[in-house]
């Protein structure tokens, strides 16, 4: 169930609806203390976008002699990653930085810093509104890190919020802190150039730009050599990656980019978040379909089902046209798992509209979707040009109703794989007893099974056959 009031949003967020990406099965987050003298603690909010870029921070902060800790009382250098995506993630960081300060009153020399897309944001204000705060980076300064952190030390507050045309990291080999061993996220490009009017995001993390082809294979590789077997492509819009090849000027798109990880090894599972409706192509979709480790199940972010609705948040396409969309994935892969985002009480929204979004859901049968109530955010389009006119009980219960519905069609949905079998690639014990596995079919449901006596660990692939389901997890049994 989603408690309509916290923000669970966001990618990371995501993973705590299931039994996925957490719990006791990860490698320990903290590095060798003989090492390094000196320690930094770093805790990310937001997207899978953050997540990764806190493993660059964490690659450049080794190269300065700071190790990882979990422990935050033994930490010289506290990081915080932000997401400015709704006001309830923002709330939530300074929630946060309010438990640094009791910290840092206590410990001196502390440094405390802001990253992320709320630094972005609000930039050297944070400093003014936060005093406790030392250091600010937006998310395409964290190659300047290593002056920042020496101006603070030095006692002066340190900024760089400057955005970049070409900033990929692609270079930097990010430090996997919090991985399971088996799945790692792998940033393919930066940045967004669509404007949908509700979306800070295209003022957080700037202009769109696609990582060096020949680097994002490279980390891929490397990821497989040392036991990874999936590997998540991410980006704000992955299906506008676009890449000159120097060399020979060759083009690579998405699609060609996607195929070519797959082709690293049939054993490497791939994925990929998000795509815009708008950009997701039938060369993507016939990729996809062509080879079995590009995994079955599509991000599709809806937002409204209202035509006229869609309009006014800038998403360039009407109900019918993602309705079109969705019917081709269908037809091309009628495997496919399918989810969505979905937004509640957007400027103007009427009862006729937010029943549009319901029958779009039970039209497009989403396995899955992450659901919020529209929340302003400053400096976008739809803060400049509309009101935010639906009062917070309507869209609530619009939410309610939204997520009411998801719960239904999420539980259909698996009622629908009784019986089946599928591939599961196992992440680790399940969260709620180490005689179970827990792992993931290609469509991205989890399963969770017994692990009887066969000598399975996690990273390897077995045959499930689904026995039980709720309306978030399949149950079932290895088949021989
Ligand atoms: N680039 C991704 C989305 C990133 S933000 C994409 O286009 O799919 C993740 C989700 O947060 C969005 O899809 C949207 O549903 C939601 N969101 C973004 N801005 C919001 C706002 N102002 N209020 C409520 N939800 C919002
Ligand atoms: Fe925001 Fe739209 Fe870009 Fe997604 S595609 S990050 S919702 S502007
Ligand atoms: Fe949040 Fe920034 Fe991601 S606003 S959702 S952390 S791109």
């Not at 490698?27 to 060798?32: C, E, G, H, I, T």
């Not at 003014?128 to 600010?136: G, W």
């Not at 190659?143 to 020496?150: F, K, T």
């Amino acid at each position: 169930m989603i408690d309509l009031m916290t923000d669970k949003v966001t990618p990371n967020d995501r993973e705590k609806h299931d039994e996925g990406r957490q719990g006791e099965a990860y490698a320990p987050f903290v590095q060798d203390p003989n090492q390094y003298q000196k320690r930094f603690y770093i805790e990310s909010y937001g997207c899978q976008m953050n997540f990764a870029d806190s493993e660059v921070v964490a690659s450049i902060l080794n190269q300065e002699g700071f190790g990882a800790t979990r422990n935050l009382e033994e930490a010289d250098l506290i990081f915080i990653n932000t997401c400015s995506i709704r006001e309830k993630a923002e709330q939530t960081v300074r929630k946060r930085l309010t438990e640094f300060r009791k910290l840092k009153l206590r410990k001196k020399g502390m440094l405390v810093g802001v990253l992320g897309c709320m630094a972005e944001r609000l930039k050297s204000k944070f400093i003014e509104e936060e005093r406790l705060v030392d250091i600010v980076v937006g998310p395409d300064a964290y190659r300047s890190l290593p002056e920042l952190v020496a101006e603070a030390s030095g006692g002066q507050k340190a900024v760089n919020v400057l955005l970049s045309r070409d900033e990929t990291y692609a270079d930097i080999s990010p430090v996997r802190l919090d991985s399971n061993g088996v799945s790692a996220f792998v940033s393919i490009m930066r940045g967004c150039n669509n404007m949908c009017s509700f979306c800070v995001v295209p003022f957080t993390r700037g202009r769109e730009r696609s990582r060096d082809a020949a680097s994002i294979l490279d980390e891929c590789r490397d990821l497989f050599e040392k036991g990874y077997r999936e590997v998540t492509l991410l980006g704000q819009n992955v299906d506008s990656y676009y890449f000159v090849e120097e060399s020979t000027n060759r083009v690579i798109t998405f699609a060609n980019l996607m195929e070519e990880v797959a082709q690293l090894s049939p054993l490497l599972r791939v994925r990929f978040s998000t795509s815009h409706p708008k950009d997701i192509t039938d060369e993507v979709l016939h990729v996809m379909a062509r080879y079995d480790n590009i995994c079955k199940y599509i991000h599709l972010p809806v937002q409204s089902g209202s035509t006229r609705v869609l309009q006014l948040m800038n998403r360039t396409y009407t109900r019918e046209w993602y309705l079109a969309k969705v019917d081709r994935i269908r037809e091309i892969m009628p495997d496919c798992g399918i989810s969505s985002d979905i937004i509640a009480g957007f400027c103007t929204e009427e009862e006729q509209d937010h029943l549009e979004t319901l029958a779009v859901m039970e039209y497009s049968r989403y396995d899955m979707s992450y659901m919020f109530f529209y929340s302003e955010r400053p400096g976008t389009l739809a803060q400049r040009r509309y009101t935010d006119d639906i009062p917070l009980e309507v869209k609530k219960r619009r939410l309610q109703e939204i997520v009411d519905l998801q719960g239904r069609l999420s539980f259909e949905s698996n009622k629908r794989d009784l019986n089946k079998s599928f591939t599961v690639l196992i992440e680790g014990d399940s969260k709620k007893s180490d005689q179970d596995w827990m792992g993931r079919s290609s469509q991205n449901k989890v399963i969770v099974f017994p692990k009887e006596n066969y000598p399975l660990q996690k990273g390897d692939y077995v045959n499930v056959q689904v026995t039980d389901c709720t309306q978030a997890t399949l149950l079932g049994k290895i088949i021989a």
